[in-house]
C-alpha cells in the first residue's frame, strides 16, 4: 500500500450529499467516504486516491457535473491519517456486551461482562461512530443474544468491524465480502488484531454482480440505500433468517423497506437516528 494519498474533498453546499456520493462511485470508481462534523456543521465526502494525476482528473470532472462546487484536493500521509483518528475516534460501549476501542488506547481491555472489538480504521469505514454501523451492532448484539446464529454473512465489510463483533459473540463461522481492496486489507489486519482471523473469512465480491455462494441465518449489509434496493433479490438469495440492512437515509426508508418486502420478508425494526435508518427483516418464515 502507498504511504501517501491524494484526497479530493467536497462541501455539498446546495448540492444532494446522496447523489455526490454515487456519483463518485459511478464516475471515480471509489466508495466515497463521508466525514461529519463532530458538533454539527454539515458533513462533506471525501475520495481517496492513490495518484495526484487521478485526484485531479476527478476534481476537474466534479467542476463540470457541479458547477460551483466547493472542493479540494490535498495529499495526506498514512501518518497524517492516523492523527486524525487518534483525534477522533474514542472508546465506545455498543449494546449490552460490546466494546468499540481504537488499537492506540493504552488500555486495549474491555469493561469484564463486554467483548472488546480492537479497530484500527486505516482509509475504510466502520469505527462504530456512524449511527449505520452501531445500528447493526446493536442488533447483533441484541438478537445474538437470543441465539447465536451457527453463521453470518456481512456484506460491505469496510473495516470488518461487523464481523468481528459475531465472531465475539459466539458466532462460529462468518464470511466477509467487500468490493474495495483496501477495505479488505484493513478488515484483515483487524481480524488478526481480534484473533478472530480463523472464524471470519473475507473474499472481495461486487453484490451487483450477484449473491455471494451460500445460504445463511444471519446477514448484514451496510451499504447504502439505493444499491440496496438494487441488490434486494441478491441479498434476499443468501438469507434464511434475519437480514439487518443499514446506510439507508431516512427520506429513502419506505423505498427501501417495499423492495424487500416485496421478496418476502417482515419487517420487525426501524429504528432512525434523524438522518439515518436500520431496517431488519425476518426471512425465515
Ligand atoms: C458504509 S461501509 C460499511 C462498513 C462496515 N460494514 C460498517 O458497518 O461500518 C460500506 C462498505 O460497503 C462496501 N461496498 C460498497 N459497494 C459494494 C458492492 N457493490 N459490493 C460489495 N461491497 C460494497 C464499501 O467498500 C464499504 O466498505
Known sequence: MTDTWYIVTVQPGSYDLDELADWFRKAAG?????????????AWIEVYFE???????????????????VRAVRSCREKDWQTFWRAHFKRRQVGAALELIP????????APDRHAILIDPGLSFGTGDHFTTRFCLEMLDELFARQVPESML??????GILSIAAAKLGCPRVDAVDNDEYSLAQAAENLKLNRVDTVVTL????ITQGPPEGVYPFVCANIYGKL????AHHLVATCRGYLVLSGILQREEEQVAQAFLAQGGREIVRDGGGEWTGLVFDFKS
Do not use: M, N, Y
Open 30 to 42: 471509489h466508495e466515497p467516504v463521508e466525514v461529519s462534523r463532530p458538533k454539527g456543521g454539515g
Open 154 to 159: 456481512d456484506v460491505g465489510t469496510g473495516s
Open 103 to 110: 488499537v492506540w488506547d493504552e488500555r486495549p481491555e474491555a
Open 228 to 231: 440496496l434496493i438494487r441488490v
Open 203 to 206: 473474499a472481495p465480491h461486487d
Open 51 to 69: 495518484r495526484d494525476i487521478e485526484a485531479q482528473i476527478c476534481a476537474r470532472a466534479l467542476d463540470l457535473a457541479f458547477p460551483g462546487i
